[in-house]
């Protein structure tokens, strides 16, 4: 099975080129982009905040190097053609507040999970929905993928109010899914499937 995590739990690589093209997408406020050296400060300045890291698998930042390391990460993976995320560029101020991607991509299946985080400051003024909006039309029309998934910990629901808003749908809970910070924690999941974001996009 090829199966790719960020954290490379599993054997076997994904080897055909969908994920070479991390094109820039540009929505009303926001440009989502690769990363690049010179955005480590941005995402320090957010990554060390203890209520960002609260509910993603990473712990704060306690240094620049750690964002800088992140950053590496994510261009060995645009290098290789590997699932990876964009950085969120706030077009008003030309700086990085979160990143969104996919965590990994199951060739056999056309499915992939996103996930995302945003600076504290710029919570609550729809930015997510607004990324996350235009990573699924990505993932339909330029990536064909059949299904898209997301997952939020049930402590954190302003995320899955994203993942509403988005058209997702609620599949269930996943009961102590994951281990965050030395807690297992029970999880929604959500999914959308390429025949619901059709008839969405033909409604409107
Ligand atoms: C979760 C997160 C991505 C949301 O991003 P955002 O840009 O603030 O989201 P939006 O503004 O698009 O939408 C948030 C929605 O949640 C709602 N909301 C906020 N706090 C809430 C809460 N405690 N309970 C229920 N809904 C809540 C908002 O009212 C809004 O809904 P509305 O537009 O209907 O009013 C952002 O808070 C974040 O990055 N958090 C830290 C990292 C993280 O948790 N990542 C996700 C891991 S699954």
């Known amino acids: 099975m090829k199966l790719l995590y960020g954290k490379r739990l599993f054997e076997g690589s994904y080897t055909g080129d969908l994920f070479f093209s ?32 609260r509910h993603v ?3 704060a930042y306690e240094s620049v190097s750690e964002s800088r390391s992140y950053i590496r990460t994510m261009q060995r993976r645009y290098r290789l053609g590997e699932p990876s995320s964009w950085g969120i560029e706030l077009k008003s101020e030309g700086r990085v507040v979160g990143t969104i991607g996919y965590m990994w991509y199951q060739e056999e299946h056309s499915s992939a999970e996103v996930g995302y985080s945003l600076a504290r400051d710029q919570w609550n003024r729809g930015l997510m929905t607004e990324a996350l909006s235009a990573v699924i039309r990505h ?18 629901p302003a995320s899955g109010e994203v993942m509403k808003k988005c058209g ?9 899914r994951l281990r965050n910070k030395g807690r297992y924690v029970d ?3 959500y999914a959308i499937l390429r025949s619901e974001y059709a008839a969405r996009s033909h409604r409107r």
């Open 168 to 176: 997702m749908q609620y599949e269930g809970t996943l009961r102590e």
């Open 57 to 59: 698998l990473w712990e």
């Open 139 to 156: 993932s339909f029309e330029v990536l064909h993928l059949n299904r898209v998934e997301a997952q939020h910990e049930l402590t954190n």
């Open 22 to 53: 991390m094109p820039p997408i540009e929505t009303e406020r926001l440009v989502l982009r690769r990363l690049e050296m010179n955005d480590a400060p941005d995402i320090f300045n957010y990554g060390r905040d203890p209520e960002v890291a």
């Open 187 to 189: 999880v929604a999941l």
